[in-house]
Structure formats: structure tokens, C-alpha cells
T-cell receptor, first 114, second 113 residues
Framework: GENVEQHPSTLSVQEGDSAVIKCTYSDSASNYFPWYKQELGKGPQLIIDIRSNVGEKKDQRIAVTLNKTAKHFSLHITETQPEDSAVYFC?????????????FGKGTHLIIQP | KAGVTQTPRYLIKTRGQQVTLSCSPISGHRSVSWYQQTPGQGLQFLFEYFSETQRNKGNFPGRFSGRQFSNSRSEMNVSTLELGDSALYLCASSPGGYFYGYTFGSGTRLTVV
């Protein structure tokens, strides 16, 4: 089955700086890669996703890059703000017949220092 | 637009009992997935239902089961509870296609004592 590794487990950055979280996956058949943000007491919230036919996707301060050859994808948050503090999860999935759900990384606790 | 609603929010059960959790997906969504979240194992896929049929299943024992009704609402059941079943159980809904993305509810916090 799929295995997703996520690094770092904790990331502390100064407000206004950029944050980068990296993930690798093992199954070359995976073709859908979402990122979720989870705040205390809430469920994960989808913040951005990318499909395997795209190398990069941006949404305001958030961007995701995908390197299919290296089986590696990353989340980039620019101009970080206090409300960006949360746990971020990457995930991978094969979206076709026999799909077995999202496989998540272990999460990154992002701390924005004022 | 209402989000994914899970009930109850908190539950305390005794080892050996059974429990049923409920999930109401976003209106119009036909797919409902269930995930277990624990500090040690993280987020793990339990199963997915689409149009009342189990479409996929994760690597969990048969004590974990679920079903989906004709209105897309879903329930999951855990029988013969063990201490290790203590977790946050999350439900996620999707319009149906795998690429549409999954919207999660706030979860049910189950504590087994």
C-alpha cells in the first residue's frame, strides 16, 4: 500500500516569513495530493490539492509543487500570519478503481512566532 | 451551505460495549468516508461508501463496520470495544468523484474506559 512521509514534524517561523513542508510518497500510481489544515478541536480542512498532471498550483499565499519522478510534493506558505498556526497534513491517493482512501502523513505542527 | 455533521461530538464507552456514530454529509454529496485519528497512528482510512455501497475498505478488523442510507447519511459501528479504539473518528464527504476533494466533519471523540 501507499506510504507517505512528512517533514518536519514541527516548524517554527517568524510572522511574515515563509514556511515549507515536504512529503514523499511510495506508490507511483498515486495521482491526487491534497493538503489539509487542522486546528484544535476541528476536523481537517482542505486548503489546496494537486493532481499528477500538474507540477505546481497556487492559491494566494499558498502553493503546492509536485515532482512525480522523485515522488515528492511540498506545501509553501508565504507571508505567514498568526492564523496559519495549526497542524498541516499531506495526503496521497490513487483516484481510480480499487482506490483505498487517502493515505496521510504524520502531520507538521506549524508555529508562527509574533 | 451546511457542512459535514457528526454526532455525537463526545462519547465515553466501557470496554466490551458497542458504539454507533453518525455522519450527515453535505447536501448533494454521495460519498462518505470514515477515518480514525490517534496520536500514535495518525489519520487512517476505515472505509468509504458511495450510493449505499461500500466502495473501499482500510485495514481494520471486522469489529469496525458501516453503512450508508439512501439519503447519503452514514453510520459506523464498532463492536466489542477495546481501549485502543479510543480516538477521534472523522467523517468526510465528497460529491462522488475521487478528484473533488473531501470535506471533513469535526469528528466524534470516543473514549473507551
Amino acid at each position: 500500500g501507499e506510504n507517505v512521509e512528512q517533514h518536519p514534524s514541527t516548524l517554527s517561523v517568524q510572522e511574515g516569513d515563509s514556511a515549507v513542508i515536504k512529503c514523499t510518497y511510495s506508490d507511483s500510481a498515486s495521482n491526487y495530493f491534497p493538503w489539509y489544515k487542522q486546528e484544535l478541536g476541528k476536523g481537517p480542512q482542505l486548503i489546496i490539492d494537486i493532481r499528477s498532471n500538474v507540477g505546481e498550483k497556487k492559491d494566494q499565499r499558498i502553493a503546492v509543487t509536485l515532482n512525480k519522478t522523485a515522488k515528492h510534493f511540498s506545501l509553501h506558505i508565504t507571508e505567514t500570519q498568526p492564523e496559519d498556526s495549526a497542524v498541516y497534513f499531506c495526503a496521497a491517493m490513487y483516484s481510480g478503481g480499487g482506490a483505498d482512501g487517502l493515505t496521510f502523513g504524520k502531520g507538521t505542527h506549524l508555529i508562527i512566532q509574533p | 451551505k451546511a457542512g459535514v455533521t457528526q454526532t455525537p461530538r463526545y462519547l465515553i464507552k466501557t470496554r466490551g460495549q458497542q458504539v454507533t456514530l453518525s455522519c450527515s454529509p453535505i447536501s448533494g454529496h454521495r460519498s462518505v468516508s470514515w477515518y480514525q485519528q490517534t496520536p500514535g497512528q495518525g489519520l487512517q482510512f476505515l472505509f468509504e461508501y458511495f450510493s449505499e455501497t461500500q466502495r473501499n475498505k482500510g485495514n481494520f478488523p471486522g469489529r469496525f463496520s458501516g453503512r450508508q442510507f439512501s439519503n447519503s447519511r452514514s453510520e459506523m459501528n464498532v463492536s466489542t470495544l477495546e481501549l485502543g479504539d479510543s480516538a477521534l473518528y472523522l467523517c468526510a464527504s465528497s460529491p462522488g468523484g475521487y478528484f473533488y476533494g473531501y470535506t471533513f466533519g469535526s469528528g466524534t471523540r470516543l473514549t473507551v474506559v
